[in-house]
């Protein structure tokens, strides 16, 4: 019996038939193609219809101008490689700065986008969509990362909640630099998993992927520390059974290797833009006092050191906060999980939640947990003690790894648990398909879905200046000739896309009649005169659910 049954195993299957195994890898294959692909379309859908938003006139100004003119003048509150990704997608497009520019940041990106004879269109989409491939990219990482902790099926758990995430297709559709930075440091965390077991090759691999990570934007910083302590804890795994100093100095070793490469990683960011590194600090940088003075110890680029001084004098200023229909002055420590929990599909909280309650609890998952929950928790916890409360974007790195521990609970040998992350899965489907293609102000059914996003929250969770260019197509569509007040918040010209409007502001209240436009931002901050003329004013429509159209006798 066990002869003929080697001589049948030897035997290939009959013409047409393929084994259940190729079966599998394709269907896995088909999944994730799908499931970036239908990211991919709807990322590529936002970027085409939004307008700029806030900060990208400023990133893709200073990309230009630093590529042109190897100058690292412009922006230097962020670090250049998310600049030099973005202006990988501009450079295609001709746009010029002249060398003897004078105006500030701001004026800059305005001159590139309006004034440089550019299409601001064609331009903003080039730009963007070299994020949106890294964004792609990312998703194939926590696919990776998931699968090697729960199997395929895991990955594909993983993937769908990424692809599907509303703030991950809105922020990974823009020219900013969130998106890429949180996938660096997930791609980080991911290569130290695997360097448990190939320390060798994938160290390096990880000490470029953290210094990509704080290249981009500075608040990776804060995920330093961890890296390297996981960086330990990976060689510690590695090295087998040696004694416990031995093992620990070799983990310390590695750590510093990882870091070395990191700041390696940040120091060739700096000289690609300018190789001699010609700089001249900002005017009215802010002192860097007690233990900020520490951050100037760190070894990085001097034009590095003066930008984190930029953003400490960002961080003293004094920012309004709008959370749940109330504005406050100063920031709320818990506004980042509150503004989570409103912009988080219903079925990838509850996943991810089970998903990390899993981790910790199955013994066969329990070594990850450090690689994946430990990272978001602590980049969270710094991120909460920032005073600028301007949108989950602080926070995007949490679906990112909330995807990888959804994972977790298709390891569960039970079927109840299969089946609820299908349905649960499916529930973020129809969510994120029901916002399409709306992504920036999405909220969860639980607050009112996009519709009701301004009523909790502001900015960039709801109105960034996206939807400059629908108001213009609104109001030629349903309002032709009609007088029109304009309040809006963002970085767009709407002169450009033909909107003739006054400010309601600069005027006595009884001059203003006909349609007062307000970005919704503007609404939750809104008091004095504007507040006034709100009040008085009744509302007839709305524009992507992030502009009130009001109407004023």
Known sequence: ?????????????????????????????????????????????????????????????????????????????????????????????????????????????????????????????????????????????????????????????????????????????????????????????????????????????????????????????????????????????ATGPQRTLRRLGTGVAAAVGVGLVAVAVVWISYLVVDPRLRWVPPPGLPPAEGLRALAGLLPLPQPYLDGMR????????????????????????????????????????????????????????????????????VLLAAAMTGSRDLGVRYAIFVPMFLAIAAAGVVTLRRRWAHGLAVVLVALVAVSSLRTFPYYLPYSNEAFGGPAGTHRQLHDSNVDWGQDLGRLADRLRQRYPGEPVWLVYKGSGVPSYYGIRAADPLAVPPESVRGLLVVSDSAMAKADGSLAALIRTSTPVDEVGHSITILRRP
Do not use: C
Not at 168 to 174: E, F, I, K, M
């Open 1 to 237: 019996m066990v002869i003929t049954e080697a001589v049948r195993a030897d035997v290939p299957p009959p013409a047409g038939v393929r084994p259940p195994g190729r079966w599998r890898r394709w269907l896995l294959v088909s999944a994730v193609v799908v499931l970036l692909a239908g990211m991919a379309i709807a990322m590529i859908t936002a970027a085409v219809e939004q307008t700029p938003t806030i900060d990208e006139p400023v990133y893709v100004g200073a990309a230009v101008y630093s590529l042109e003119h190897h100058s690292l003048r412009y922006n230097p509150e962020h670090p250049p490689l998310g600049k030099l990704i973005i202006a990988t997608g501009s450079a295609f497009t001709g746009a010029h700065v002249d060398a003897g520019f004078a105006g500030d940041q701001t004026q800059l990106g305005r001159h590139v986008l309006y004034e440089s004879g550019q299409d601001p269109g064609g331009l903003l989409l080039a730009a963007r969509l070299p994020v949106i491939v890294l964004t792609l990219l990312f998703g194939l990482v926590v696919f990776a990362f998931a699968r090697e902790l729960a199997g395929p099926a895991g990955g594909v758990v993983a993937l769908a909640l990424y692809a599907l995430s509303p703030d991950l297709v809105a922020h990974g559709s823009l020219a900013t630099l969130d998106v890429p930075m949180a996938g660096f440091l997930v791609t980080s965390a991911w290569l130290l998993w695997r360097a448990r077991r190939r320390p060798t090759l994938f160290l390096p691999l990880a000490g470029l992927a953290l210094g990509a990570a704080v290249a981009t934007k500075m608040s990776a910083l804060a995920a330093v520390p961890v890296v390297l302590a996981l960086t330990v804890l990976s060689v510690w795994f």
């Open 310 to 377: 930029v953003q400490f004098g960002f961080e003293d200023q004094v920012w309004t906060t709008f959370l749940f229909g109330e504005l406050h002055v100063g920031a709320l420590w818990y506004y980042l999980p509150a503004a989570l929990l409103v912009k988080t599909p219903l079925g990838a909280l509850a996943l991810g939640a089970a998903g990390a309650a899993t981790m910790v609890a199955v013994p066969r998952l329990r070594p990850a947990a450090p690689y994946v929950l430990v990272p978001a928790a």
